[in-house]
């Protein structure tokens, strides 16, 4: 069922949503050459406490940490440990927010200095890539409306979105219906209302669609080791179009 969420709840979670555009801008400072990622994410969960939140992932289905990094070849969900950040890489950060009964969830991914030419074009793509998938998050559109956006504009790049995983309503869990595809047909799936709050979330990969998991458990990764980026935002369903809570 899909919880619809009142002018106040979309506030809260818009307050929420600051302190993850705080912790996005404390990141594109800390990630240098020689950082690890186990740093950023505590500096990620001290700025986030002291803002009087939660770490929304912390202990999530006995996830380790407090925020997602997944650098070059991995997709989502890679565990913050001791490597350190190198000129080059794409660094994949996924934070959420828990506070006052409600959770919003955002991702960026951030380059590591100079990056490749493909570098650059996969991050150009993928942020394109949500931008229109937004644009499509406004009443009156299907479901699918998003989706089928998302992966016009990745596959103009000659990329693939990952089909395995997908974007979700959010609320006061950080998980809830509707599942938000990155793939598809146009106008399927239920009509968006005033009120529906979804976190967009595209996960573009410069060669085959297909990920793997690794032996930790957690981290995805491509399964030809190709570059991937992630962006994601929680967007409000408004009556005067998508109302972006996480920027
Ligand atoms: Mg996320
Ligand atoms: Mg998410």
């Keep these: ?26 990141a594109r400072e800390f990630i240098k050459p020689g950082r690890t990622r186990k ?9 986030i406490v002291a803002r ?19 650098v070059n070849d991995e997709v989502v969900h890679g565990i913050p440990d001791e490597r350190a950040f190198q000129e080059g890489d794409l660094v994949g950060l996924d934070i959420g927010v828990f506070k006052d009964g409600y959770y ?21 793509t993928t942020w394109d890539a949500l931008e229109k998938g937004i644009e499509q998050a ?56 005033e009120g529906m709050v979804l976190a967009i979330e595209p996960m573009v990969n410069v060669g085959t669609a297909d990920v793997f998991t690794l032996e930790d458990g957690w981290t995805i990764v491509t399964a030809d080791r190709k570059l991937s980026a992630h962006f994601e935002d929680t967007v409000a369903v408004t009556k005067d179009g998508p109302r972006i809570l996480t920027r």
Excluded: W
């Design 1 to 26: 069922m899909i919880m619809l969420k009142t002018l106040d709840e979309i506030d809260i979670m818009e307050a929420n949503g600051a302190i993850v555009v705080e912790c996005f801008a404390l």
């Design 39 to 47: 740093e950023l994410d505590a500096a990620i969960e001290k700025l």
């Design 52 to 70: 009087g939140g939660k770490p929304a992932f912390k202990g999530f289905h006995g996830y380790p940490a407090s925020t997602c990094i997944s």
């Design 104 to 124: 919003v969830d955002s991702a960026r991914t951030i380059p590591v200095g100079r990056v490749s030419k493909d570098a650059e074009k996969l991050l150009e």
């Design 138 to 193: 406004r009443p009156g559109n299907r479901l699918t409306d998003i989706s089928h956006a998302v992966e016009v504009r990745a596959r103009k790049s000659g990329f693939a979105v990952v089909r395995s995983l997908v974007g979700h309503g959010i609320g006061k869990r950080m998980h809830e219906d509707p599942q938000v595809p990155n793939f598809g047909p146009p106008h399927q799936g239920p009509v968006l209302e």
